[in-house]
Structure formats: C-alpha cells, structure tokens
C-alpha cells in the first residue's frame, strides 16, 4: 500500500512498473518517497511563514497545505517529464529548466525553517533593532517638544532675572536710605532728614513695584510651568502610544533581515540540504542508467509514436490517390461530346434567363 502510494507520487506509469522487476520498483518508489517528504517539508515551512505573517493556526495550516499540495505536484511533474535517452548532456539540457525550478523551490522551502531554527538568535537581533527603534524614536519625538520647552525654560529665566534686577535695584536704595540715616554716605549727616525722606520714599515706591513685579512674574512662571508639564506629558504619552508599534516589530520580512544580519554558513548549509533534497529525484533519474522501465516506457511511447505517423502517412497517401482518381475521372468525363452538348444547352438557358432579366430591369427603371 506505501510502496504503491509513492510509485504514485514518483509520476511513473504504474501499470509498465507493474510488470518490471522488483529492484525497478524500489527504485521510483524511493524517488517518489523522495518527492513526498520533499511536499512534507514544503507544508511544515510555509505553515510556520504564514504563521508569523497571519499569526493564525487555522489559516496558516490550510495555506500551507495548498502551498505542501503545489510543491508536491509541480516536483511530481520535474521527475515524471525527464526522461532517459541515453545521452547525459541532452538529458542535462532537458533537465536544466526543472534544476532552476528546484533551486527556486529549495530557497523557498529552506528559508522559512532557518527562521525557526535561528529563532532565539533572530529574536536577539531584533530585540536589539527594537531598542535602537525605541531610542530613535524618542529622539524623534523629542525634536517636537524640545524647542518648545527649551523656549518657555528661556522665558521663565528671563521672568526670574526681572525680579532679581528689581530686588538688587531695591536693596540698593535700600542701602543708600540706611546710609543717609546713619549718616555714613550721602549728606554724612546722622539723622532722618529731607534727603533721608526722598530715598525711602524711593526705595518704597521700589519695593512696591518689585511686589507687584514678583505676583504677575510668579503667576507667569507658574503658567509656564504647567505648559512645561504638559508637554512633557504629551510627549510621554505620545512615547507611549508609538511603543507598541515598535514592539510589534518582529514580522517576516523584519525577520528575514535579522536572519540576514546572522552569519551566511549555517543558513547556506540549510540552504544546500534542501537543495540537494529537492534536486535528489532529478538526480537520481539522470544518474540512473537506463533501466526496465525505461526501456519499456520507450517502447510505448514509440509505439504511439509510430502508429500515429503511420496514420497520418495513410491519410496522405489517401488524399493523394484520391486526387489523381478525380484529375483522370473529370479529364475523360470532358472529352464526351454528350456531355458538352448537355452543358451548351443549359448555358444558352442560362444566358436568355440572365437577357430577360436585364430587360425587365431596364423596362422597369424607365
């Protein structure tokens, strides 16, 4: 029951191996056996792709599944179309195209399962990417919102330099009032005189400004302050929002990059076993000699062949004879003057029929 399901899947006429030895059996069942596995691993690989692409079991199965099916027939189809001829560089050109097709299919097939098995490595590099994504981005967020602070941390400077201006404008009056009063600058006069009255008049006046300086700047501050916070509230959030977007990225093609950042000798040694998985059928067929099988299917094949050809020289012969019977046939039936006279006759018929026509015609235009 195996053994004929892979004579199946290796493209062979089951009923010409039915009849060829054993050892000849064996043969395209391993070649079958060959293809089979080849499908397996084509179902097991694309799965696992469509599963980091869909992130769905159900639907990753079944496309793999079709995509296992496709591998399976189109490889079945490669073995089936080679055939022996008994001459290796016609065999290699008739065997190119299908070798170019396997290739193409081995990169395909190996790929997804050099993800799974670079999996832990993959995921360092990506964690990685990830971080220098994380930091980019912050950066980038940053150029919004820094100008902005630097610029409100730059008027909350400014507003905190008036008031210190004022204080040391009012402690200097401060000063000269005191000084006049003790009598140690000014008028050096001891005493609270007319002079000493002017300067803490001035110096009060001073002071009041620098009251009503200190609540319209601390309230100014204040509002700057909150405008600070709340930037930098936006901006965190914003950090925030765009972070999964950033944790998200572990797709296929950001995979298959982080695969490409890996060493190349291991994913190429993957890459050959499927090669030489894919190809084995192929090669075992070309390196094969020519066997039973072979030689019966030949015999088949020619024998269609011949009788086809047979067929379509007897239709040309056929046709042949057929037109030199009719070219001697008409040659004798016009030399019978019975015959001449009959169709003189029916031409003269033909031509009156054809002058009252006319004449009708014209009779009827007038």
Request: aromatic share 10%; glycine share 4%.
């Amino acid at each position: 029951m195996l053994k004929q399901f892979f004579l199946i899947c290796s493209g062979s006429d089951t009923d010409i191996l039915e009849s060829c030895s054993v050892g000849e059996q064996n043969k395209y069942a391993g070649i079958g056996a060959t293809v089979f596995f080849t499908a397996v691993m084509a179902f097991i690989a694309s799965s696992y792709a469509l599963y980091t692409v869909f992130d769905n079991i159900l639907a990753s199965v079944f496309f793999g599944f079709v995509w296992g099916l496709l591998i399976f027939n189109l490889d079945r189809f490669i073995v089936s179309t080679i055939k022996k001829r008994g001459n290796v560089i016609d065999e290699l050109i008739q065997a190119s195209p299908r070798i170019i097709l396997a290739v193409i299919i081995a990169v395909v097939i190996s790929k997804p399962l050099e993800l799974k098995i670079f999996q832990k490595e993959i995921d360092q590099v990506l964690l990685e990417q990830k971080n220098d994504l994380t930091l980019a981005n912050k950066d980038q967020i940053a150029l919004q919102y820094t100008p902005k602070v630097e610029a409100i941390q730059n008027d909350i400077t400014t507003l905190q330099q008036q008031i210190d201006t004022k204080e040391s404008e009012v402690n200097a009056l401060y000063d000269v009032y005191i000084g006049e009063a003790e009598g140690t600058s000014g008028t050096n006069l001891l005493g609270k005189g007319p002079v000493y009255t002017e300067k803490r008049e001035k110096h009060d006046a001073a002071l009041a400004e620098l009251q009503q300086l200190k609540t319209e700047n601390k309230a100014k501050i204040t509002a700057a302050e909150n405008s600070i916070t709340t930037l930098q509230s936006e901006y965190t959030d914003q950090v925030t929002t765009s972070q999964p977007i950033i944790d998200g990225f572990d797709g296929l093609m950001a995979r298959v990059n982080a695969l490409g950042e890996l060493p190349w000798l291991p994913s190429f040694f993957i890459f050959l076993l499927f090669l030489a998985i894919e190809t084995s059928p192929i090669f075992a067929k070309l390196l094969s000699p020519k066997g039973e099988y072979d030689y019966k299917f030949e015999d088949a094949e020619t024998a269609v062949k011949t009788w086809v050809e047979q067929k379509i020289n007897e239709r040309k012969l056929l046709l042949n004879t057929d037109m030199t019977l009719n070219n001697r046939i008409y040659n004798d039936i016009a030399e019978e003057d019975e015959l001449y006279q009959y169709k003189r006759k029916r031409a003269r018929e033909l031509m009156q029929l054809q002058a009252d026509a006319f004449f009708k015609h014209q009779k009827n235009a007038l």
